[in-house]
Protein backbone atom coordinates (compact mmCIF):
# COMPACT_ATOMS: atom_id res chain seq x y z
CA UNK A 1 0.00 0.00 0.00
CA UNK A 2 1.14 4.15 -0.84
CA UNK A 3 2.02 5.73 2.30
CA UNK A 4 0.34 8.51 0.89
CA UNK A 5 -2.62 7.13 0.32
CA UNK A 6 -2.93 5.79 3.74
CA UNK A 7 -2.29 9.31 5.44
CA UNK A 8 -4.80 10.78 3.41
CA UNK A 9 -7.32 8.06 4.54
CA UNK A 10 -6.67 8.32 8.41
CA UNK A 11 -7.04 12.45 7.51
CA UNK A 12 -10.58 11.42 5.81
CA UNK A 13 -11.07 8.73 8.98
CA UNK A 14 -10.60 11.15 11.12
CA UNK A 15 -12.05 14.65 10.24
CA UNK A 16 -15.04 12.22 9.18
CA UNK A 17 -15.79 11.27 12.77
CA UNK A 18 -14.77 14.46 13.80
CA UNK A 19 -18.07 15.88 12.19
CA UNK A 20 -19.89 12.87 13.73
CA UNK A 21 -20.70 11.36 10.11
CA UNK A 22 -20.70 7.56 9.47
CA UNK A 23 -19.27 5.97 6.33
CA UNK A 24 -22.61 6.16 4.60
CA UNK A 25 -23.38 9.65 5.84
CA UNK A 26 -20.21 10.79 4.18
CA UNK A 27 -21.01 8.56 1.38
CA UNK A 28 -24.16 9.88 0.74
CA UNK A 29 -22.92 13.55 1.02
CA UNK A 30 -19.45 13.04 -1.00
CA UNK A 31 -22.05 10.94 -3.42
CA UNK A 32 -19.60 7.57 -3.53
CA UNK A 33 -20.05 4.00 -2.54
CA UNK A 34 -19.58 3.46 1.03
CA UNK A 35 -17.00 0.68 0.11
CA UNK A 36 -15.54 3.01 -2.23
CA UNK A 37 -14.95 5.43 0.74
CA UNK A 38 -13.94 2.25 3.07
CA UNK A 39 -11.05 1.53 0.82
CA UNK A 40 -9.84 4.75 0.83
CA UNK A 41 -9.91 5.42 4.28
CA UNK A 42 -8.10 2.39 5.00
CA UNK A 43 -5.38 3.62 1.99
CA UNK A 44 -6.26 0.96 -0.47
CA UNK A 45 -7.44 3.30 -3.03
CA UNK A 46 -6.48 6.58 -4.23
CA UNK A 47 -9.32 9.00 -5.85
CA UNK A 48 -9.77 11.06 -8.66
CA UNK A 49 -10.13 14.72 -8.07
CA UNK A 50 -13.27 15.48 -8.89
CA UNK A 51 -14.11 12.61 -5.46
CA UNK A 52 -11.08 14.57 -3.32
CA UNK A 53 -13.36 17.87 -4.13
CA UNK A 54 -16.34 16.18 -3.46
CA UNK A 55 -15.02 14.72 -0.23
CA UNK A 56 -13.24 17.89 0.69
CA UNK A 57 -16.96 19.78 0.37
CA UNK A 58 -18.53 17.39 2.63
CA UNK A 59 -16.31 17.30 5.28
CA UNK A 60 -15.96 21.19 4.79
CA UNK A 61 -11.75 21.03 4.68
CA UNK A 62 -9.56 21.90 2.31
CA UNK A 63 -8.21 19.90 -0.56
CA UNK A 64 -5.24 20.58 0.31
CA UNK A 65 -5.13 19.41 3.96
CA UNK A 66 -6.79 16.37 3.04
CA UNK A 67 -3.74 15.37 1.01
CA UNK A 68 -1.06 17.28 2.69
CA UNK A 69 -2.33 17.29 6.26
CA UNK A 70 -1.83 21.09 6.16
CA UNK A 71 -3.41 24.61 5.29
CA UNK A 72 -3.47 28.15 5.25
CA UNK A 73 -5.11 28.39 8.46
CA UNK A 74 -3.88 25.50 10.49
CA UNK A 75 -2.65 27.25 13.69
CA UNK A 76 -5.70 29.53 13.61
CA UNK A 77 -8.20 29.18 15.85
CA UNK A 78 -11.02 29.76 13.63
CA UNK A 79 -10.03 27.28 10.99
CA UNK A 80 -13.08 25.46 11.57
CA UNK A 81 -15.38 27.71 9.80
CA UNK A 82 -12.39 29.30 7.51
CA UNK A 83 -12.62 25.60 6.11
CA UNK A 84 -16.21 25.69 5.27
CA UNK A 85 -16.53 29.13 4.59
CA UNK A 86 -13.84 28.30 2.09
CA UNK A 87 -16.37 25.50 0.66
CA UNK A 88 -18.70 28.14 -0.39
CA UNK A 89 -19.59 29.35 -3.72
CA UNK A 90 -18.59 33.21 -3.54
CA UNK A 91 -22.50 33.90 -3.52
CA UNK A 92 -22.99 31.78 -0.41
CA UNK A 93 -19.80 33.53 0.88
CA UNK A 94 -21.79 36.73 1.20
CA UNK A 95 -24.93 35.23 2.39
CA UNK A 96 -22.45 33.39 5.25
CA UNK A 97 -21.27 36.68 6.04
CA UNK A 98 -24.52 38.18 6.87
CA UNK A 99 -25.54 35.59 9.15
CA UNK A 100 -22.43 35.60 10.91
CA UNK A 101 -22.64 39.57 11.12
CA UNK A 102 -25.96 39.06 12.20
CA UNK A 103 -24.93 36.57 15.04
CA UNK A 104 -22.19 38.34 16.16
CA UNK A 105 -24.55 41.55 16.74
CA UNK A 106 -27.11 39.25 18.88
CA UNK A 107 -24.56 37.46 21.07
CA UNK A 108 -22.57 40.73 21.64
CA UNK A 109 -25.73 42.52 22.33
CA UNK A 110 -26.29 39.99 25.90
CA UNK A 111 -22.90 40.26 26.90
Request: glycine residues 4%; without cysteine; charged residues 30%.
Amino acid sequence: MDMQNIEVGRRITEIRKKRGYTREKLSELADISVQFLADIEKGRKSMTINTLRKLSSALFVSTDYIVNGTSAQENNDFSDIISILSTLSDKNKKQAEKILTAFAEAINDKD
